[in-house]
């Protein structure tokens, strides 16, 4: 008995050994480790910014093949916890160049139209109650554009599509096509506001079927429609502008091509279209964690492809914008909010969906944050347009 105990405590200590070496150069700030025994640790000088709690030893193989995914994980299972700001924590992780969490997945899955059907269903369709817990008004799960300090998140949703509509200089009786609709609501403001004919693609069925609702409720069915398709299957039609907010992240890194052809078959000759979406730094692809338990099948392009892309479609590229700070506040207000609602949001969820979606959207505010990713809004177009305007004025004239 003596014996065993003696090497229970050799294991633990061996344990400790492993997590006090791999921990300490996680992060460049002062912090401190308390171990499942109550041990504690404290790395730095000055005074300690969190402390993270573990309360059970972790799979030391799992921490070595892919740091990323196991913290996240054991963050998810509350095998650990932490005593601080999460997401001053993750910014603080970022700001460490070195830090061997910065290693992501390079684990590219081709996504033919069943995988990205199956993929978005895992993301989109968790339930329109769940969503409208903790988004604005409309439902608009993408980037705010905050014009004022002050702005509210239905003031930035509201300017970003304004921003976007504006950008793709839309006139009276124009064809209108978005890829990637989500709940609707720009098309839903192209129709009411410029008397244009939208056309918005989804993939979830919640979505579809929130869209056809608000269409109806509206009345606007002469002007606004939606189709439940993946946009490889839309044929025999043309559009003067098209647009995605927020999609091409779920199209992959190998079919990025794809996507710029089919958008250029679509578009009619002289036609424009704007792409909004989350741009890489370096070409890594998306965090392992993310990868697997939120976005699954996703992957962040860097600028540089998306523009050899659109040049090798002989696309104009008129504009580039970054909106990475607003994304950063626009996160910040739905992580406020996902926390505001969790009396609700504990009535159908348990604790484990709870601390991934808080790890999710803390984690991507910290990301945007501290620049490990960015976000664009590129605006191109099929062939030499001379009828937009000379300067970038038109923008932002109200």
């Known amino acids: 008995m003596i014996e065993l105990k003696e090497k229970s405590k050799l294991i633990i200590n061996t344990d400790k050994i492993f997590y006090k070496s791999f921990l300490k150069n996680i992060f460049h700030i002062p912090f401190e480790i308390r171990f499942w025994d109550g041990e504690e640790e404290k790395y730095g000088e000055g005074d300690s910014k969190f402390k993270l709690i573990f309360n059970c030893p972790l799979s030391k193989t799992k921490l070595l093949n892919d740091p990323s995914l196991a913290l996240g994980e054991a963050y998810m299972t509350n095998e650990m916890d932490i005593d601080g700001d999460l997401q001053n924590i993750i910014e603080y992780l970022y700001q460490n160049k070195k830090s061997i969490l910065h290693n992501d997945s390079n684990k590219h899955i081709r996504n033919n139209i069943k995988n990205s059907k199956d993929n978005v269903h895992h993301h989109y369709d968790i339930g329109n109650e769940f969503y409208k817990l903790w ?24 300017n970003k599509r304004s921003h976007i509509l504006r950008k793709l200089n839309l006139n009276k009786g124009q064809t209108l096509l978005d890829i990637g609709c989500g709940w609707g609501e720009l098309i839903l403001t192209a129709a009411k506001e410029y008397n244009v004919k939208a056309m918005g693609i989804t993939l979830s069925s919640e979505q579809f079927n929130k869209v056809k609702e608000r269409i109806k409720a509206e009345g606007l ?10 946009y490889r299957e839309l044929k025999n039609k ?3 502008r098209i647009v995605s907010v927020g999609m091409i992240e779920h199209v992959g890194k190998e079919l990025l091509p794809e996507y710029f052809t089919k958008v250029k078959n679509l578009l009619d000759e002289d036609g424009i279209s704007l792409l909004h979406c989350i741009t890489g ?13 939120i976005f699954p099948g996703g992957y962040i392009p860097t600028i540089k492809e998306l523009i050899t892309y659109m040049s090798d479609e002989e696309f104009y590229l008129l504009d580039v ?15 406020r909010n996902f926390e505001n609602a969790l009396p609700e949001v504990k009535k159908k969820y348990d604790d484990k ?6 790890l999710y959207l803390n984690g991507c505010a910290a990301s945007f944050n501290s620049g490990n990713i960015d976000i664009h809004q590129f605006l191109f177009t099929k062939g030499v347009n001379n009828n937009l305007p000379w300067t970038r004025e038109y923008i932002y004239l109200q």
Request: glycine share 6%; proline share 1%.
């Open 353 to 358: 969906f709870i601390r991934m979606w808080r």
């Open 238 to 240: 043309k559009f003067d």
């Open 321 to 335: 914008e970054s909106l990475r700070r607003h994304y950063g506040r626009t996160l910040e207000h739905w992580s």
């Open 281 to 293: 730094i370096n070409g890594d692809g998306v965090n392992s964690w993310i990868n697997k338990y």
């Open 221 to 230: 069915e002469k002007l606004v429609e939606v189709e439940l398709l993946d």
């Open 135 to 158: 988004l604005d008004d409309t439902m608009t799960y993408s980037c705010g554009y905050f014009k004022f300090p002050w702005d509210s998140l239905n003031d930035a949703q509201k």
